[in-house]
T-cell receptor, first 112, second 110 residues
């Protein structure tokens, strides 16, 4: 499945680093999502973009900063993260909000 | 806010036994979707149910949507090792976004 791609697949970063996660969808969808998946909370919705506008922000700390420059690309900028932010970060897209979501393979993040 | 409760959190079965996971919503849903996530993988869409009382089958998997469109279940008959993974339900709520259940992890006993 190559409809939604994510890079990098693995990332190790220190608490003072700045890094970005990238997601790209090749499905012509209008909605894109960031999720955090950890052992404690299986699937947490972080951000939703519809037609490049952010429509949902689920009380995510400001050290996570999303960017959606166009309907095919979504970024998650990371800075001064904490060890508890270590998790699998999944990107997904759908034709419109509430429809079937297609997930990328995820970025497994470790914060030291 | 709207919530979807999914139980059980884990289910251990012997290969060949059946498996069932249940989802209950606090509000009426316009549809419910089911996803499977294999170990080390990402969630993959299985099916969508839209109509009240709808039942759909995919080989050994049976999906049901309740009459009130507030609950749903997934039943797997005669589990196989390929069924291992976490099964998520996700309901479409009033704001047209998906509300995810916490998932049920299917574990096959050795």
């Amino acid at each position: 499945e190559t409809g939604v791609t994510q890079t990098p697949r693995h990332l190790v970063m220190g608490m003072t680093n700045k890094k970005s996660l990238k997601c790209e969808q090749h499905l012509g969808h209008n909605a894109m999502y960031w999720y955090k998946q950890s052992a404690k909370k299986p699937l947490e919705l972080m951000f939703v973009y519809s037609l490049e506008e952010r429509v949902e922000n689920n009380s995510v700390p400001s050290r996570f900063s999303p960017e959606c420059p166009n309907s095919s690309h979504l970024f998650l900028h990371l800075h001064t993260l904490q060890p508890e932010d270590s998790a699998l970060y999944l990107c997904a897209s759908s034709r419109t909000g509430g429809e079937t979501q297609y997930f990328g393979p995820g970025t497994r993040l470790l914060v030291l | 806010g709207q919530q979807v409760m999914q139980i059980p959190q884990y289910q251990h079965v012997q290969e060949g036994e059946d498996f069932t996971t249940y989802c209950n919503s606090s509000t009426t849903l316009s549809n419910i979707q089911w996803y499977k996530q294999r170990p080390g993988g990402h969630p993959v869409f299985l099916i969508q149910l839209v109509k009240s009382g709808e039942v759909k089958k995919q080989k050994r998997l049976t999906f049901q949507f309740g009459e009130a469109k507030k609950n749903s279940s997934l039943h797997i008959t005669a589990t196989q090792t390929t069924d291992v993974g976490t099964y998520f339900c996700a309901g479409r709520g009033s704001n047209y976004q998906l509300i995810w259940g916490a998932g049920t992890k299917l574990i096959i006993k050795p």
